[in-house]
């Protein structure tokens, strides 16, 4: 089976543009395209995500790996115990129960790739213990939304 989506301007030929996640006011102005999502015998999803200026992701961690890569605009994002500036072609894996948050740049849209395996835990969010921990990095603390 071939699968071929014309792009135009980050877009993709008859490739939904998703809510990221359900409900929630813990992100702001995300959405997701899965480009892949595995039933070609890959077991795994590549996905785009896309945040308007002055959006960010929810502060997450998983048990599972993600591998990313910038395709679009800066943005920043906490990976672990630091934060990153990010600009288009740099990729990064996130390891397992990392937390990490995306936040575009004020400047414009931010893009970017991010596979996973087909199979994977939901997302973790932090618990007060955690958050205070978190909040104990004063860096962490001013860039981390919830």
């Known amino acids: ?3 071929f989506h014309s792009f135009d301007d980050y877009d993709w030929e008859s490739i939904p543009v998703l809510s990221y996640k359900e409900e929630g006011t813990h992100f702001k102005n995300i959405t997701r395209r899965v480009l892949f999502d595995g039933t070609s015998g890959i077991d795994a999803e590549l996905r785009y995500f896309e945040i308007s200026p002055g959006g960010y992701s ?9 591998q990313v890569l910038i395709l679009r605009g800066t943005g920043r994002a ?5 934060i990153f500036d990010l600009k288009p072609h ?3 894996e996130i390891g397992p129960n990392r937390w990490h948050q995306f936040q575009a740049s004020p400047k414009g849209p931010f893009g970017f790739l991010c596979l996973v395996k087909n199979e994977r ?3 973790h969010r ?3 213990k955690e958050l205070e921990e978190l909040h104990s990095d004063i860096l962490i603390s001013k860039f981390i939304r919830t």
């Open 78 to 82: 906490l990976i672990g115990n630091k």
């Open 126 to 128: 932090p618990d007060k």
């Open 121 to 123: 835990d939901r997302p």
């Open 90 to 92: 740099d990729c990064f």
């Open 58 to 66: 929810t502060l997450e961690s998983h048990k599972h790996v993600h």
């Open 1 to 3: 089976m071939t699968f």
